[in-house]
């Protein structure tokens, strides 16, 4: 047999060689003090190979738990968003239309909070408008006829009264930290408030289809971030509130809660931490802005809110065609929120 | 491949998964994650060969994220780094960590073609398996390797000492 070649010598020392192949280079070895020689060198070369190897692994971490159920393919990972000590991490953005109003909505907007604390049914809020532009002034037009038609109906529309028991109440906190004059309405009779400390309740599960006759227009999401789930959701001072649950990947739960603020349609858009983490993710000082923020929808609330919060009111600058406010929470930096709500798309149909 | 089967191969081949992304990813969380996908994919797929699939599709990923990884890269800048375990920054993790980033660079300067194999072998595959996996013939697998494991331990002796030389 002639010698035996690297590759061969590396599929031996592999124990990769079929027997035979592995006989033959047994025998040549036996007889060839060049490939024994060879041979020792290429394992030195396999060991040291392996150590470096070694070095370039990963941390030795316990094995998850292998959930056979749970054939939900796992988040598609987004980037690096884990900062455990971020979870306080909390923007507002202030986006609202209410700024175009300008001074006109104010008026308007006064009287109109109590009716703004039920829901809205939905084919009321489908005004099929083609720009944002028009949007904002077909909805200066017709205000006055949306509050009428909200106050005409004292029911509450999609959340029965079995589903009503179902809401979360997420920060009751909210309707007693209202700071402004017209204060929304707290959590009524019959909603769960398990936690005490969220604003936002949590309905019943619904459909992109059914969140878009809510909105009255795309809800927003993070393109490209799988969409667990989509909840209907109360909060005091918007009439309308569809949770956009994400998985930024597998450990990370987002929601991109969307909400409609009023009869007049002010919209807003919040990323929330997902709930099992939420719960250590605010700190009160960094709830009560939020609070403070959700008691009216006014220019001046506005700016209250955006003197409360700073960087907030950085983000308020950063204001959308669409014309929405933005809150931001999640289990990331700041800078990871803003780098995610500046992503954030229309879902299209 | 049924849920129990898949389970099997589970417990003997996740490490070996997260082990190969991290090669690629360098970022352990991510890799983990990643091959938690890979398998929760493996469970909606059920594949025959389910832990050649597994590679595959987690080599997939691997070059998905990577470029994702490119294209979000301005909004990274934002982000602080993952935070470190070893925060201490004693000598030793600094020792650790610089090793690592040798063999990350030795690794890189290999072959596309040579790193996958040698990191697929790494991984506790075959040589059939790679074969399969890389379109290579099975009896090149051994040469490919022969190769692949030369060239990265001189381009990482390479690395060290013109680390020292440039260190003076």
Redesign the interface.
């Known amino acids: 047999m002639s010698h035996v070649?690297?590759?061969?010598?590396?599929?031996?020392l592999?124990g990769?060689l079929a027997p035979a192949e592995a006989q033959g280079v047994d025998a040549h070895l036996a007889q060839c003090p060049g490939c024994r020689e060879r041979l020792e060198e290429?394992r030195a070369?396999?060991t040291?190979?392996?150590e470096?190897?070694a070095?370039?692994?990963?941390?030795?971490?316990e094995?998850?738990p292998?959930r056979?159920g749970?054939?939900?393919?796992?988040?598609?990972?987004?980037?690096?968003?884990?900062?455990?000590?971020a979870w306080a991490a909390t923007i507002v953005l202030a986006l609202g239309i209410g700024t175009y109003l300008g001074r006109g909505f104010e008026e308007l907007r006064e009287p109109e909070t109590a009716p703004d604390a039920e829901p809205v049914r939905p084919q009321a809020l489908e005004t099929p408008l083609t720009s944002e532009r028009a949007q904002r002034e077909s909805r200066v037009k017709v205000t006055g006829a949306v509050r009428k038609r909200t106050a005409a109906q004292p029911a509450g529309p999609a959340p029965a009264a079995a589903n009503r028991a179902d809401y979360v109440a997420q920060r009751a906190e909210a309707s007693s930290a209202q700071s402004a004059p017209n204060a929304a309405p707290a959590p009524q009779a019959g909603f769960v408030s398990p936690e005490g400390e969220h604003d936002v309740l949590r309905g019943p599960l619904i459909s992109i289809d059914t969140a878009r006759a809510l909105l009255g227009r795309d809800p927003l999401a993070l393109p490209g971030a799988p969409i667990r789930a989509v909840y209907r959701a109360r909060q005091p001072g918007y009439s309308a509130v569809v949770i956009v649950e994400q998985s930024l990947?597998?450990?990370t739960v987002i929601e991109v809660v969307n909400k409609r603020a009023s009869p007049m349609a002010l919209d807003a858009v919040v990323v929330a931490a997902a709930p099992a983490a939420r719960a250590d993710s605010m700190r009160a000082p960094e709830r009560a802005p939020q609070a403070g923020e959700r008691a009216s929808d006014s220019q001046a609330a506005l700016n209250r809110r955006r003197a409360a919060l700073p960087l907030a009111s950085a983000k308020a600058a950063d204001r959308t065609s669409s014309g929405l406010f933005l809150e931001i929470r999640g289990p990331?930096?700041q800078?990871?929120l803003?780098?995610l709500r500046r992503l954030l798309q229309p879902l299209r149909p | 491949v049924s849920?129990?089967h898949?389970?099997e191969i589970?417990?003997t081949t996740?490490?070996a998964l997260?082990?190969f992304l991290?090669?690629k990813v360098w970022?352990?969380?991510?890799?983990?994650?990643?091959a938690?996908?890979a398998?929760?994919?493996a469970?909606?797929h059920k594949p025959d060969n389910a832990r050649g699939w597994l590679f595959i599709v987690a080599a997939n990923?691997a070059r998905d994220?990577a470029r994702?990884?490119a294209r979000?890269r301005r909004?990274?800048t934002?982000?602080?780094a993952?935070?470190q375990?070893s925060d201490s920054a004693t000598d030793e993790a600094l020792e650790?960590e610089s090793?690592?980033a040798?063999?990350?660079a030795?690794?890189e300067e290999l072959s596309p073609r040579d790193r996958e194999v040698?990191?697929l072998?790494?991984s506790g595959l075959?040589?059939d398996e790679i074969a399969t996996q890389t379109g290579l013939a099975c009896?090149?697998?051994?040469?490919?390797?022969?190769?692949?494991?030369?060239r990265?331990?001189q381009a990482?002796e390479a690395g060290k000492s013109g680390k020292h030389v440039a260190r003076g």
């Open positions: 070649d690297d590759g061969t010598l590396h599929a031996y592999d990769e290429e070369l396999i040291r190979a392996g470096l190897l070095l370039a692994a990963p941390p030795d971490r094995v998850p292998f056979a749970d054939v939900k393919p796992a988040a598609r990972l987004w980037w690096q968003v884990r900062q455990p000590l990947d597998s450990g990331v930096s800078d990871s803003a780098a | 849920p129990e898949l389970a589970y417990r996740y490490r997260v082990r991290y090669r970022d352990a969380e991510r890799a983990e994650d990643l938690q996908e398998f929760a994919r469970l909606v990923m994220d994702r990884a979000e909004h990274l934002l982000l602080t993952e935070p375990e650790l090793d690592r040798r063999v990350r030795a690794l040698l990191l072998w790494d075959s040589y009896g090149a697998i051994g040469t490919t390797l022969s190769r692949a494991r030369r990265l331990v990482y």
